[in-house]
Antibody, heavy 125, light 107 residues
């Protein structure tokens, strides 16, 4: 059974860099995309970006200039860095597995089916 | 970006009620629509993918329908453990976007 364990600093000052890592246990790492999602207090979910085993990434354009997602296949881990944080970046950050199902050639329905427990990140001076 | 709009934003219902939550996309997304359930302080849980496919282990009282721009999540008979916030999410575009959430509360 796949489990995602995430960790990283929970309290940052404005202009610092947020750094989180997510480790994948109990399942294949190679066959999936791996995402980061965040949720500000009392608000909805925002997708940050994703990476696959080859290091191919997709980012949310609204964060792209500040985000780097990287992968370490030797450890089955992937990481998120978000630089120049402000109070608006305070949120619970989740890592998640991107899976897909296909009934027809070339058609892949993508969804996030396994999530980490979340890390609360607070940005405050 | 594809905007996802859920209605209502909040809903009060009783145990045993049939409940429907709606999600509308700003453009056609075929059936690339997922639903998640999130309880307070907990991690989102996948309920439905590809608009109508039930994720393994999810009770059959949950169902999804729709295609194009309009989608629904239906709970056929509310149980106490179903009171939560429900999120829709599109995967038609690689810029995955979520609805604002629908909070389902006990009446």
């Amino acid at each position: 059974q796949v489990q995602l364990q995430q960790w990283g600093a929970g309290l940052l000052k404005p202009s610092e860099t947020l750094s989180l890592t997510c480790a994948v246990y109990g399942g294949s790492f190679s066959a999936y995309y791996w995402s980061w999602i965040r949720q500000p207090p009392g608000k909805g979910l925002e997708w940050i970006g994703e990476i696959n085993r080859s290091g191919s990434t997709n980012y949310n354009p609204s964060l792209k200039s500040r985000v780097t997602i990287s992968v370490d296949t030797s450890k089955n881990q992937f990481s998120l860095k978000l630089n120049s944080v402000t109070a608006a970046d305070s949120a619970v950050y989740y890592c998640a597995r991107g899976n897909s199902r296909s009934w027809y050639p070339g058609v892949h329905y993508y969804y996030m089916d396994v999530w980490g427990k979340g890390t609360t990140v607070t940005v405050s001076s | 970006d594809i905007q996802m709009t859920q209605s209502p934003s909040s809903l009060s219902a009783s145990v045993g009620d049939r409940v429907t939550i709606t999600c509308r996309a700003s453009q056609s997304i075929s059936s690339y629509l997922n639903w998640y359930q999130q309880k307070p302080g907990k991690v989102p849980k996948l309920l439905i993918y590809a608009a109508s496919s039930l994720q393994s282990g999810v009770p059959s009282r949950f169902s999804g329908s729709g295609s194009g721009t309009d989608f629904t999540l239906t709970i056929s008979s509310l149980q106490p453990e179903d009171f939560a916030t429900y999120h829709c999410q599109q995967s038609y575009s690689t810029l995955y976007t979520f609805g604002q959430g629908t909070k389902l509360e006990i009446k």
